[in-house]
């Protein structure tokens, strides 16, 4: 077959029997995120570049390499959002969400775009289900949004997963550190890629996200972040442990834990699967305070985080799922029609039967036998035939496909003929 158009590269189509997984998983998200008190939010594909700018940062790989820019015939520059967190934060500010009292605690299930390179569970439009939980700064508070994490993958019946979690301090240590830092990377600059050499000036804790095994021994040569907290961020994240403590939870410190966003400050936590795929970082967040200042409002502390959809049924079935099957496509009665006045007479008296089960009309025109196989493929448990003389005698042909006996019953007692074998 020549076609003449294709997706495109980095994206893919999610249709029948893996849509259906899709939609189970998403189920019993939103169910589990309204137990934990969050309401859902929708902001547009579509944001003001300089959003991602000020709030993602410069220097970060979203923003250098990734993002999806265009100018509109207006002059606006434009971007698809590559991540949601800064579009709660301009959301929150822009609907006056500042007055409310308390915690306010949304939850978002929705595309995001990033040019990447594509592989097993990495695209180019991918899918996050997340919350951003803005207004407290309590470290307890860190706790519940990582116990709400846990309990998404709790839902789905996801095991195997880590928890690694530390903290990147606030604008009050973290300076210190990133001056030693660089100051390290400086001296041992030839060791560092020329193609990463940039990052040593712009933001040298872009570096912790390299691959590169290099870059990593020379990184661990030099004190974590750990070592370089405050007073009050030591104390923030003694609480948080103690907290997943007292829930529980297990944990791995990881002193190389810093994200990909800027924004980020003190708690930071992701959650990896223990397989040998690349892709094993399934999901990830942490506490940003500075963030809804970044964007034009008053310092007001928030947390959240994202899991990646793609990445975490990857993780949930590896088996291939059947692109052209689906557990939806299952019927209980199937109808086959012999011409068009059956079809129609199909169309009006089958109808009721939707009330109590799962009718599929054949109305494609084909014979019967191709119709009758089309049932059996369909795995249903009843079929109804009717051609011309069914019609005039006011009848269907009832099979039970189970016992394969047949007879005609009238119209007017079909629902009760197929109530009695469903309930069987």
């Known amino acids: 077959m020549n076609l003449k158009y294709r997706r495109l590269k980095g994206t893919r189509d999610i ?39 000020r709030s993602v940062g410069e220097g970060t790989d979203i923003v250098d390499k990734e993002m999806y820019t265009f100018e509109t015939k207006g002059g606006e520059r ?13 959301a929150y500010l822009e609907n006056g969400l500042t007055r409310q009292p308390g915690t306010l605690k949304f939850w978002y299930l929705a595309p995001m775009f990033r040019h990447d390179r594509p592989q097993a569970g990495r695209y180019r439009q991918f899918h996050q289900v997340g919350v951003e939980a803005i207004g407290s700064s309590s470290p307890v508070l860190d706790a519940e949004v990582i116990q709400t994490l846990l309990a998404l993958f709790d839902a789905v019946d996801a095991r195997d997963l880590t928890l690694l979690l530390n903290s990147t301090g606030c604008p009050v240590c973290r300076p210190g550190f990133v001056a030693s830092l ?20 712009r933001n040298p804790l872009r570096l912790y996200d390299a691959k590169d095994d290099d870059v990593a021994a020379l990184l661990a040569e030099h004190p974590p972040q750990s070592e370089h907290l405050c007073g009050d961020c030591r104390a923030h994240h003694s609480q948080v442990k103690a907290s997943l403590d007292d829930l529980g939870i297990a944990y791995e410190d990881d002193p190389t834990l810093v994200r990909g966003l800027d924004y980020y400050t003190r708690t930071t936590f992701e959650v990896t699967a223990r397989s040998e795929r690349k892709q094993s970082s399934l999901a990830g967040g942490g506490r940003y305070d500075n963030l809804i200042e970044r964007c034009g409002g008053t310092a007001t502390p928030a947390i959240g985080f994202s899991l990646g959809i793609e990445r975490t049924l990857l993780h949930l079935d590896e088996d291939p799922v059947d692109l052209q099957r689906s557990r939806q ?32 009309i054949d109305l494609s025109g084909r014979g019967l036998k191709a119709q009758v196989k089309g049932a059996n493929l369909r795995l249903a448990r009843i079929l109804l035939v009717v051609g011309d003389n069914e019609v005039r005698e006011r009848v269907f042909q009832f099979k039970n496909l189970a016992t394969g006996t047949q007879e005609p019953v009238p119209r007017d007692e079909i629902l009760r003929a197929v109530r009695e074998v469903l309930e069987q």
């Not at 019993?28 to 300089?50: D, K, S």
């Not at 434009?78 to 301009?90: F, I």
């Open 15 to 53: 249709l029948l029997e893996e849509a259906e997984r899709w939609r189970w998983c998403e189920e019993r998200w939103v169910e589990t995120l309204a137990r934990y008190g969050y309401g859902e939010i929708r902001t547009p594909v579509i944001e003001p570049v300089e959003l991602f700018l």
């Open 78 to 90: 434009l971007v698809l959002r590559p991540e949601m967190t800064a579009s709660v934060a301009r």
């Open 182 to 201: 660089r100051a390290h990377l400086l001296a041992n600059r030839e060791r560092v890629p020329a193609s990463l050499r940039d990052r040593i000036e």
């Open 329 to 360: 496509s299952v019927v209980d009665v199937y109808v086959a029609c012999s011409g068009e006045t059956a079809q129609r007479y199909a169309l009006v008296h089958a109808d009721i039967l939707r009330d109590i089960a799962r009718v599929e």
